[in-house]
């Protein structure tokens, strides 16, 4: 008997659809239910951030790198201030970088919160979903006590933070970490070790770790392929050698190294160990000021510099030019969704449609950050 | 509905010369569109909002709750607003089958009210084939749904419809061989007289007759799930994939037409459930007056029922999606080797104890008060390590 | 022997990861929802729950702006147009014009943190959905006034007392650089 005709059908999974974490779109070439290719394309939510620093002077920049991420915010605004303080000398206080450790891994516990929360709900799980919003809710009270605002904070300055701690927000942080320590669990109990679940994550997306190292992957992708890299303990920077807390990797017990199930598991770790490293933090924090001084029309000298940070999604470069004036020349941001993206198109070589989307959900693509 | 003809005739009512199939047609079709107007179409409306107020309360939420009170009127809202929006048929579709497709979707979820046995006497057709009946014209949302995906030109809706017929017609079979021990344990199809073999007493209902009718029990209600579409087998309307499968291209009315027969198909699996193996309408025999008995036993199968009902709205709430080669697997592998091993086990037990053992109906209910005590225990250990406000009342 | 082990350690995680799941779900129905039925199933007005740092709607206070342009300067998103300039008879700062487009304003804050007297501040409005851009645009000044002198000593004033006291303690929840006023935080 001849073989039968048949056709590929080149679908398109639009910039509008529901579960692409961001205006994202893929041109999908698929054989039934069988992909053969999945082609991202990129660039929907490009706003020049980069090219405004260049007209809004460096204290000006600050809340706009809250838009590089909405999710990690506290991060952009971290790598913004480093930038500057490493290309002008300037030390924060110790009281700041504490202030500044704090903000950042409340942030990091509530993109990690959002991260699982929408993977369960692309999965089809709608409950996790609405329970990982609620703990994220509660630490946005939190931060909106503490700066004002719930999703750009425009915390920091460059040389510390803007607010101190208001009096009572220590306490009413500690009473927030020991109400979330048992919800992580109960959230484990209903999704995390469901079978189905597993089902559906373990095997999926299989990255090795030489190719994920080729491909620049950071972060969570990275160190679920059972590769160790924090930045957090292999450069450190600000305060972190201070605290004593772990770096979750994957380790294949689900199906193989590098799935799916090890990427989703390794942020569930995570968010235990920030939690950790809050305690540590809110118990340690010295007195003093939180803000160094300076100059109101900042003009670092002339040069360039490059700091990394440890961000929700990875290893978060920042890039400064500078040429002795009051605007900088060039800023850069090196994000890890811009990577990610990369190696949707290779890993989706013979996935169904409905593993799709359960890759990107792990990847933890946020697409304001592959375009700014 | 027999005896209610004949009553009717003795009493006079219609006159000397009436002729009694003349008086039972009217009878019928009268008792039908009571049944199909006052009970399947507002139960389908009304399990929207209970599904939207069950799953509010599970995710920490409150659900509809400003239109009517408690947000009662909310089905009926969304019923005007469908019914008010433009009815919107893609240019190169295929127009005739595509009007059709909610249509046959709704013809497979009405037909089986034919056979709903609500109480002793409260049933359109005591058909003697009742339950073979029941799961067949059940089997023809696989027409309507390829009908949709066909017939709405558009690859997505074209996917969702595929997976939905290879679905339907795969679950089939584990649903059908679950149904077999249950006949022969009671050597009928009908759906009376699969009700008049089990007792009103949990221990002398089928699910504890034996440890192979509870798996079967198991096994048909999760296959019924999977034939309603419904979620953790909701591959062909997932929402996050394929925005609504075969029923994209669908507004207004059409598009509530899928729905209300997917809702209203709960109450249909429920009562397959409740009839095979909860006793249906069985009630202690407390009072000779017929109306009484009748209500309550019309009361006891609907409280059954809106119970399973309720636990698919759970179950939806908790699951996650399967994907659809694994929901192969677990059809073909599991549940339908599963089933031919329960049919085998049912017939040898049929063979040692013709009449049942009424002391296993004791140990295996004895068996699910613990399972329903350890339950408990864990909702109870939940309920003290969250440190949540604790919170009893439904409404809110 | 492993597929059939398999096979039943299949049946046996689904059978209880589902179980553990169902009985979390159970557990929720039982506790109370976290939602706030705003606006009309609320005890007090939303924005009287925020906190006082809240960076919502932008004000100003007239009566203590002393037009140094602080705020027009720092805003990076150029939503504050104001216009101030020196009355040749009476030889005082005159405001004619301050505008703000909070369409614009992203409320970050860089604006009330400069002023030398807390007189422009965020307040806890955020409702400001309206039916024409025109009145996103908040023009403060109806008729020219004076800019404010800062005295050397308290103020006098009466009028004008609680109005900076206001000011000022919004400036105090700003971290000075260098830490010139003590934290507010105890350490540890």
Known sequence: MSTLHTEEMTLNMGPQHPSTHGVLRFVVRADGEVMREAIPDVGYLHRSIEKIAEKVGYHGF?????????????????????????????????????????????????????????MAMDIGAVTPFTHAIREREMINDL???????????????????????????????????????????????????????????????????????NYNLVGPNLRACGIKWDIRKDIPYSVYPEFEFDVPIGDGHWGKLGDSMDR?????????????????????????????????????????????????????????????????????????SFAAMGIIQKLSAGLMIADLVTLIASLDVIAPEIDR | ?????????????????????????????????????????????????????????????????????????????????????????????????????????????????????????????????????????????????????????????????????????????????????VVLMTGTLSMQGIIRAQGWAPQHWFLFANPFTFVAANILYISALAEGNRTPFDLPEAESELVAGFATEYSGMRYLFFFMAEWGNLFIIGAIIATLFLGGWQFPHVTKNVIAMNILEALTFNVKVLFLVFVSMWIRATLPRVRIDQLM????????????????????????????????????LAGAIALGAVFTQRVIYYLRRSRMEVYFNPTI | MSAVSEYVTNIKDAVTSIFEGMAVTASHFMRKPYTVQYPDRMPVRVQ?????????????????????????????????????????????????????????????????????????????????????????IRRFVTDPVLAYKPKKGPETDTRIAPILNRGMTYLDQWAQPGGEKPAEEEPA
């Open chain 1, 62 to 118: 600050m809340p706009y790198t809250d838009r590089v991420d909405y999710v990690c915010a506290m991060f952009t605004n971290q790598g913004w201030g480093m930038a500057c303080e490493k290309l002008a000398g300037i030390e924060v206080p110790h009281r700041g970088e504490y202030c500044r450790v704090i903000a950042a891994e409340f942030n990091r516990i509530a993109s990690h919160l959002l991260s699982v929360g929408a």
């Open chain 3, 48 to 136: 009287d729950t925020l906190p006082f740092r809240y960076r919502g709607i932008l004000e100003v206070d007239l009566e203590i702006c002393t037009g140094c342009l602080a705020c027009e300067r720092a805003c990076p998103i150029d939503c504050i147009v104001i216009v101030v300039d020196k009355d040749p008879q009476t030889r005082q700062m005159l405001l004619s014009q301050f505008d703000i487009d909070i369409a614009k304003c992203m409320y970050c804050g860089l604006c009330s943190e400069p002023c030398p007297t807390g007189s422009i501040h965020h307040t806890t409005e955020f409702e400001g959905a309206d039916y024409s851009l025109e009145s996103l």
């Open chain 1, 143 to 213: 931060i909106e006590e503490l700066c004002g605002a719930r999703l750009t904070f425009n915390y920091m300055r460059i040389g510390g933070v803007a607010w101190d701690l208001p009096p009572g927000w220590r306490e009413k942080a500690l009473a927030y970490l020991d109400h979330f320590d048992p919800i992580l669990e109960e959230y484990n109990a209903l999704i995390s070790w469901n079978k189905i679940y597993i089902e559906r994550l373990a095997n999926v997306g299989v990255i090795t770790p030489a190719e994920a190292v």
């Open chain 2, 1 to 181: 509905m027999e005896t209610l003809v004949q009553h009717l005739i003795a009493s006079g009512a219609f006159g000397k010369n009436a002729s009694p199939h003349l008086i039972a047609a009217i009878v019928v079709f009268i008792m039908s569109a009571v049944v199909f107007l006052g009970v399947a179409f507002p139960f389908a409306g009304i399990v929207s909002w209970a599904e939207r107020r069950v799953w509010a309360r599970i995710q920490s939420r409150v659900g509809p709750n400003r239109v009517g009170p408690q947000g009662f009127l909310q089905w009926l809202a969304d019923g005007v607003k469908h019914v008010c929006k433009e009815d919107i048929i893609p240019d190169e579709s295929d127009a005739p089958l595509f009007k059709m497709a909610p249509y046959l979707v709704m013809l497979a979820f009405t037909l089986p009210w034919a056979v709903m046995p609500f109480s002793s006497s409260l049933i359109l057709a005591d058909l003697n084939v009742g339950i073979l009946y029941m799961t067949s014209v059940t089997a023809l949302t696989v027409v309507g749904v390829l009908m949709a995906g066909w017939a709405s030109n558009d690859k997505w809706s074209l996917i969702g419809g595929i997976r939905s017929a290879a679905q339907i017609v795969s679950y089939e079979i584990p649903a059908g061989l679950s149904i077999f021990p």
């Open chain 1, 264 to 336: 989703y598991v390794v942020r569930i770790r995570e968010m235990a160990e920030s939690s950790k490293i809050l305690r540590q933090a809110l118990q340690k924090i010295p007195g003093g000021p939180v803000l160094a001084k300076v100059a109101r029309n900042f003009k670092p000298p002339a040069g360039e510099c490059q700091i990394r940070l440890e961000s929700g999604r990875g290893d978060m470069g920042w890039y400064l030019v500078s040429d002795g004036s009051g605007y900088p020349w060039r800023v850069h941001v090196r994000t890890g």
């Open chain 2, 329 to 364: 697997t677990l059809c073909w592998k599991y549940f339908v080797p599963i089933s031919f091993v329960n049919m085998i086990g049912t017939a040898v037990w049929v063979a040692i104890w013709p009449d049942g053992n009424s002391l296993m109906g004791y140990i295996m």
